[in-house]
């Protein structure tokens, strides 16, 4: 029998508490808080469309199971403009251009985030190999490495 | 995914005794990566999930001895060994293969337990293992006993972990003197399943190769030691000649399987030069001290 049950767990800063089924993923229950940034897209963890942060690190939403958050922090891409002003990573994105229709967007920044925090100042090498599961079907992918190496310029 | 029934043991014990010897639809989840394709493709549809994630902390720790031996907790991480700097510098050859197994979201869910025990013969790390002489200790409900990565896998994701039992730790002797390499070969992306993969560890004693372990993975139905390939290799130097016998033998003893990743006759091949490929990468690979 599949009983749902209560999590509590941190989302972007906010400490929240919902009931979940077991066979439910990170994606479906983001979308319970109105958080449409991480989207499923491949649903094979192949992507990065559906990147989430969590206790710090980060994973394919479409490949973890909900309750596995139970007790964690979880940061999506809607946390960055909270405060109304873009993060240094988004504006580097918009500066250069490093993107088309979007989609893969909240992926990519959150996973910038997470290689400027490891590699403040990362080389090329280290810029592609970090984001070699996030893919872009506009394949704006010299524009997002122009991005990311100026996102790490502006100290994020 | 269909719904099921989710258990959230807090000791290895108490999740031992949740699994069902005679219940295929019940089954242990560590990271979950894997399974969870699995359950998407509806090639599994679990009744009941043991998740190991509260057991977790107790059984992720990585470890170098003083003597160079490696013992990892089966609930670490795959991130949590690729950042691992004593085990990077005990086994370069663990630390190569780490960043181009999936990508960085995956590695920081999957857990080398479930790496090993999935029995996925796609996976890099196994034949890695195996390689090297690693053994895992497996926990059932009456006793613990250790089995060798090599003799892990019995077919295509089958192995002789029983459905009650859960592999708790991996111990990897000290390299020594040994040189190891790990060759991956892709048909899509550098970090997609292989088509391939061939690890060896071996000696080199002076032009004469010895203690050769030669491993193939992917392109076969199960990860295995080529005990053929290996006879030719051990005691021989590794020149031109001996080495493509040794592809030859390894062709011959191989049972190769075709997937997306490439056909049968194309496999053939990638082994048939993966394997001198392999042994001159681990010639050329760097001592570890």
Redesign the interface.
């Known amino acids: 029998?599949?009983?749902a049950?209560t999590i509590h767990f941190t989302l972007n800063g906010r400490k929240v508490s919902t009931e979940i089924?077991?066979?439910?993923?990170l994606v479906e229950l983001l979308q319970r808080f109105d958080l449409f940034g991480a989207r499923e897209s491949c649903?094979?963890?192949?992507c990065?469309c559906c990147?989430a942060v969590v206790d710090g690190?980060?994973?394919?939403g479409?490949?973890?199971?909900a309750?596995?958050v139970d007790g964690k922090s979880v940061t999506t891409v809607e946390a960055f403009d909270a405060d109304g002003a873009l993060s240094k990573v988004q504006q580097a994105f918009i500066d250069h251009g490093a993107f088309q229709c979007g989609f893969c967007t909240p992926g990519f920044v959150l996973?910038t985030h997470?290689l400027l925090q490891d590699k403040p100042n990362p080389s090329d090498d280290d810029i592609r190999?970090?984001l070699?599961?996030?893919l872009c079907r506009c394949a704006a992918y010299p524009e997002i490495i122009a991005a990311v190496k100026a996102a790490a310029r502006a100290g994020r | 995914m269909t719904p099921f029934e989710l258990m959230e043991p807090q000791t290895l014990q108490e999740a031992v005794g949740l699994l069902d010897p005679d219940d295929a639809s019940v089954r242990p989840v560590a990271g979950g990566t894997a399974l969870m394709l699995m359950m998407k493709a509806g090639v599994f549809a679990p009744t009941r999930l043991v998740s190991l994630q509260h057991i977790g902390a107790q059984h992720s720790e990585i470890g170098v001895s003083g003597a160079g031996e490696l013992r990892i907790g089966a609930m670490a991480t795959l991130s949590a060994l690729e950042r691992n700097t004593k085990a990077a510098e005990a086994f370069p050859v663990i630390a190569r293969m780490l960043p181009r197994l999936s990508n960085v979201r995956v590695r920081n869910v999957a857990c080398v337990g479930g790496a090993l025990a999935h029995g996925d013969p796609h996976m890099d790390l196994p034949p890695v293992l195996a390689a090297l002489g690693a053994k895992v200790s497996i926990v059932g409900p009456k006793e613990s006993r250790d089995v060798a990565v090599d003799e892990l896998y019995t077919g295509y994701y089958e192995t002789v972990v029983g459905r009650n039992e859960l592999i708790a730790d991996v111990i990897v002797p000290a390299m020594q003197s040994r040189k190891a390499a790990y060759l991956k070969i892709t048909a899509r992306s550098a970090d997609d399943w292989p088509a391939l993969g061939v690890a060896v560890a071996l000696h080199a004693d002076g032009n004469t190769l010895r203690d050769v372990r030669l491993v193939a993975s992917a392109a076969t139905a199960m990860v295995m030691r080529l005990t053929e390939a290996e006879k030719i290799l051990n005691g021989a130097s590794a020149d031109d000649a001996t080495l493509k016998r040794a592809g030859d033998a390894a062709v011959a003893e191989a049972p190769i399987i075709g997937d997306i990743r490439g056909s049968v006759a194309y496999k053939r091949e990638l082994l048939r030069v993966g394997v001198g490929r392999a042994v001159r990468q681990a010639l050329s690979s760097r001592p570890t001290h």
Not at chain 1, 21 to 25: A, R, S
Not at chain 1, 43 to 46: M, P
Not at chain 1, 57 to 60: H, L, W
């Open positions: 029998m599949s009983v049950r089924e077991p066979h439910h993923n649903g094979q963890g192949l990065g990147t690190q980060p994973v394919s479409c490949l973890y199971f309750v596995m996973m997470q190999d970090y070699s599961g996030n």
